[in-house]
């Protein structure tokens, strides 16, 4: 209780800080942190996937990948705003090769020896042990029960509670959100729209200053529950350089036939996502040897007409 007390105050001093030296550029600041190490707890899901699929937290999608066979581990932080009780949902998707275009059960789960792996783990970071984490994880008590469809199906979907208890902070985030299921859809798409253009244009004219500021709250978010000791590490000369390579005059234009919006956290949060080429990402950057990309998940503050980014 007592490192979250002094997490919050640290967050609120950076605030004002900011605000005080906004006409000045980002403010710098340092020692965000102060967890200690054995306190600073990760959550994250392994998965050994057969299918592909889209996995969702809270209603907010942290994977989707659409090839068959991989394997991965999803941090989970970044979206975990405090303890408690949250929701995962997967959902298995038929393979590439599906001759009927169904994802078959077996696919899901064949045998004990040949199924889908879920497993719910915690673990502190530790760059200097050989796996990176401290001791070993515990994988036999922490995997999450598969159930295969009973037969040939589009898609399959499983939710999972996860309990959280370890979490060393909380985090504001979205959680005073206003719910933009009851907002216009039209008008609301408009305001998306609008606000996507401005953070492309910041991007395609090189402003990155002002590009950084208006990302500043997630990253202040982002160093507490991802334990960054340096929150200015999100905005050096490095950063700001890279920024200005890969997108001034690089950006591509938005046009409605190739987004989509999409409202996720249970109708507080919302982003724009490609629907064709590059699926479901947001901002595109082209330069002459890659194409980079740059999503951004948006919410209202209760009673706020304008829009801020939130998580990516």
């Known amino acids: 209780m007592?490192?979250?007390i002094l997490l919050f105050i640290c967050l609120i001093n950076i605030v004002r800080a900011q605000e005080h030296k906004r006409e000045q550029g980002i403010a710098q600041v340092e020692n965000i942190n102060v967890v200690p190490k054995e306190k600073q707890i990760t959550y994250a899901i392994h998965i050994n996937a057969k299918t592909p699929y889209e996995i969702y937290l809270d209603d907010i999608p942290i994977e989707r990948n659409y090839e068959s066979g991989m394997n991965s581990t999803i941090e989970l932080n970044q979206y975990l705003l405090k303890n408690g009780k949250h929701k995962l949902k997967v959902c298995y998707l038929p393979r590439p090769d599906s001759v009927d275009g169904?994802?078959?059960?077996?696919?899901?789960?064949?045998?004990?020896y040949s199924k889908w792996n879920i497993y719910f783990l915690n673990y502190v970071k530790n760059k200097?042990?050989?796996?990176?984490?401290?001791?070993?994880?515990?994988?036999?008590?922490?995997?999450?029960?598969?159930?295969?469809?009973?037969?040939?199906?589009?898609?399959?979907?499983?939710t999972f509670e996860l309990n959280?208890?370890?979490?060393?902070?909380?985090?504001?985030?979205?959680?005073n959100g206003q719910n933009l299921e009851d907002l216009n859809k039209d008008e609301l798409k408009k305001e998306v729209f609008k606000e996507y253009n401005k953070i492309r244009d910041l991007l395609n004219l090189g402003k990155v200053d002002e590009y950084i500021s208006i990302n500043k709250k997630k990253y202040l978010e982002m160093a507490v529950c991802l334990y960054i000791k340096d929150v200015n590490t999100y905005w050096s000369e490095s950063v700001?350089?890279?920024?200005?390579?890969?997108?001034?005059?690089?950006?591509?234009p938005l046009s409605e036939e190739e987004y989509t919006m999409k409202i996720y956290g249970n109708g507080k949060l919302v982003k724009l996502e490609r629907i064709n080429q590059f699926k479901n990402r947001g901002l595109i950057a082209e330069t002459e040897t890659d194409y980079w990309y740059y999503s951004f998940l948006l919410y209202k503050t209760i009673g706020?007409?304008?829009?801020e980014i939130i998580r990516k």
């Not at 169904?102 to 004990?112: A, E, I, R």
């Not at 959280?164 to 959680?175: F, I, K, M, R, T």
């Not at 700001?240 to 591509?252: A, H, P, Y």
């Open 2 to 4: 007592k490192n979250t």
């Open 102 to 112: 169904l994802l078959q059960p077996n696919h899901v789960y064949n045998s004990k």
């Open 128 to 158: 200097e042990k050989p796996l990176g984490y401290e001791g070993e994880l515990d994988y036999q008590n922490n995997e999450l029960l598969i159930v295969a469809p009973p037969e040939p199906v589009l898609f399959w979907e499983q």
């Open 164 to 175: 959280v208890d370890a979490l060393p902070y909380e985090l504001e985030g979205w959680s």
């Open 240 to 252: 700001k350089k890279e920024l200005i390579s890969d997108c001034k005059g690089n950006m591509w």
């Open 304 to 307: 706020s007409d304008t829009f």
